[in-house]
């Protein structure tokens, strides 16, 4: 989940006001790059305004603070490591495929 939530009042924290919407379209581009099975959602605020941009794996994940779009590859390489995410990790992609 990416905050994208843009706050009112000028003189307010938002993840927006802080590029959330480049770090989620560089989220998104490098997950569909890497075939990646998730999904990445785009949210309104998680009440993080002043450390955003706000980014939260789902469900009851950790929250991930201040990123930025350079930053992608590092996050997404943790998350693969740690949620087990690699294709060749993937049993799914082990199966036969139907009628051999
Ligand atoms: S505006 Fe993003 S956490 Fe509040």
Do not use: W, Y
């Not at 569909?32 to 099975?37: E, H, N, S, W």
Request: net charge negative.
């Amino acid at each position: 989940m990416v905050c994208i939530n843009r706050r009112l009042r000028s003189d307010l924290s938002s993840c927006a006001a802080r590029n959330s919407e480049d770090l989620a379209k560089a989220i998104e581009a490098e997950v569909q790059a890497r075939g990646l099975d998730i999904r990445v959602e785009r949210t309104v605020c998680m009440g993080r305004c002043d450390f955003g941009p706000t980014v939260r794996v789902a469900p009851g994940g950790a929250f991930h603070l201040g990123l930025a779009p350079n930053d992608v590859g590092d996050f997404l390489n943790e998350l693969e490591v740690n949620l087990n995410l690699k294709k060749e990790n993937n049993k799914i992609n082990e199966l036969p495929a139907p009628g051999t």
